[in-house]
């Protein structure tokens, strides 16, 4: 049996029963990672002399007092746009390839006090923008079930780094489903948190009212052991909500009777797989069996989620990305006579396509004589759709329906084609504007490749969703599922 097959808890018990070192751990790790990189290409950068050495100190704390952390000694990835003291930092972009940041991200730096092992930086699309990893300016993941297969994304180096057993557990972003449909295409599970619980200081923003931090682990016990690590108020980020932090851990009780389920009638209409939609049918029986109810329910703006969210991520990235203007950091293009020369080229070279297209329709839509038919509709629309959830939220606990409406695609079998690549995220994109969290599970196999099961919570209710999710997870084998590498 492979260490990573063991739980935290019993990671820990050998740990400190001296039958294991956290070397042993890293090892594993960096074994796993020759042994399938190749494959998965997952990792953009290695950091394996600070993590050896890492081990080694935690070994000789372990040998005079004990681990301090349910997370102590783990092997972590942390995708590449969440900045690293001393470890580049790309955004999967050319223009950030020689970007070696001087502090760490509020996240990065609760993970280091919990005492885990960064072993990496994870592969994703450019800037985060993209949903299949093909956007990278290095190089595309590949999905460990089907190499042929995109992994999702932004997240998707992230995603299947877990899924192919190279880490214990990976931090993605989430703008519009980054966290959760490469999730579901890799088999694992992944937490977009509600918007504000976890500090976004230190990540590189695409979308500033939309972006958030989350975890992806092998189960739902190890997503509340991270989440509890990463989330709480954090005085560097203005959007940092101060509320307390509940023990997610206590809330892991297997007992949902009488949970009240309301089932999109949006989610499962047309464009979804009839093959996926009957995978979160059965689902929904196994919830039933174990005491919640459920109704079909409408949330009837959904239709123009993706829409709107295009229209707003795409002019928050405009402004956002004005800073990468080949003068204060990033790469300067060696071509350039005068200083347009130098903001014009050094952009032109430094970002892909996809950013560029979003950068242009972010402008446009920003642009005098524009701003009220296009950026101004669209928020007055992410109002509608959040008011949608709160109505559903007033007679329901919990909302559930496919992550992804369809498996994972082939590479290179939607990158010709930006509309139907949006598409993919149709299902995830409403959630995050309302700003409120949501978790996929595996819940089945389509064609040989992962079904994801989405449950959508209430506002800072992530108690309720790991609940939920953890008392599906104890009855069934999906999370137990490995590819064969």
């Not at 005491?291 to 239709?303: F, I, M, Q, Y």
């Not at 950091?329 to 950013?355: C, K």
């Not at 509608?384 to 329901?396: A, C, H, M, P, T």
């Amino acid at each position: 049996m492979s260490l990573f097959d063991l739980n935290l808890q019993e990671i820990q018990a050998k740990l400190q029963g001296k039958e294991l070192k956290v070397a042993d751990l890293v090892d594993q790790s960096f074994a796993r990672i020759q042994d399938v990189e190749s494959k998965v290409r997952a990792f953009l950068t290695l950091d394996e002399e600070n993590a050896r050495a890492a081990a080694q100190q935690l070994d000789e704390q372990l040998a005079t007092g004990g681990a301090a952390s349910p997370l102590f000694g783990l092997p972590i990835g942390i995708k590449d746009n969440m900045v690293t003291e001393g470890l580049t930092t790309t955004c999967a972009s050319k223009f950030l390839s020689n970007y070696n940041p001087i502090y760490d991200a509020t996240v990065v730096s609760k993970l280091k006090a919990a005492q885990t092992i960064t072993i990496g930086k994870l592969n994703m699309d450019e800037f985060a923008m993209g949903g299949s990893n093909e956007n990278s300016a290095f190089h595309p993941s590949h999905n460990p079930w089907n190499t042929e297969y995109v992994p999702g994304g932004s997240s998707g180096g992230s995603a299947a780094a877990v899924a192919a057993g190279e880490v214990y557990f990976a931090l993605g972003s989430d703008t519009g489903g980054s966290i959760r449909q490469p999730a579901a295409y890799c088999g694992i599970v992944g937490l977009k948190p509600t918007y504000g619980l976890v500090s976004r200081y230190g990540l590189v923003a695409f979308a500033s009212s939309l972006d958030q931090i989350g975890p992806l682990t092998k189960n739902v016990e190890d997503s509340a052991y991270l989440l509890q690590a990463i989330a709480g108020h954090d005085p560097k980020d203005s959007t940092s909500a101060k509320v307390d932090i509940p023990d997610y851990l206590k809330a892991l009780t297997g007992d949902i009777k009488g949970l009240r389920i309301g089932v999109p009638q949006e989610y499962m209409g047309k464009g979804v797989d009839p093959a996926v939609k009957e995978k979160v049918l059965e689902a929904l029986k196994v919830l039933e069996s174990l005491g919640a109810t459920w109704e079909e329910v409408t949330l009837p703006h959904s239709e123009y989620a993706v829409a709107a969210y295009y229209l707003l991520a795409s002019s928050e990235a405009s402004s956002n990305l004005a800073r990468f203007d080949g003068i204060r950091y990033g790469v300067r293009s060696d071509n350039a006579r005068n200083l347009l020369d130098v903001y014009n080229m050094s952009r032109s070279e430094g970002f892909g396509p996809e950013v560029k297209r979003r950068i242009m329709l972010g402008t446009y839509a920003l642009s005098s004589g524009y701003y009220d038919a296009y950026y101004l509709k669209a928020q007055k629309v992410r109002t509608l759709i959040k008011q949608d959830f709160e109505q559903v939220f007033e007679k329901y606990d919990i909302i559930i329906g496919p992550t992804a409406p369809t498996p994972a695609f082939k590479i290179g079998e939607q990158s010709g084609d930006p509309l139907t690549m949006y598409l993919n995220d149709i299902l995830t994109i409403p959630v995050s504007l309302a700003g409120i969290p949501a978790i996929s599970v595996p819940c089945g196999f389509v064609g040989g490749l992962p079904v994801g099961l989405q449950m959508i919570g209430k506002a800072l209710d992530e108690a309720t969703l790991l609940r939920v999710a953890h008392a599906f997870e104890q009855h069934t084998d999906h999370h137990k599922q490995r590819p064969q590498l």
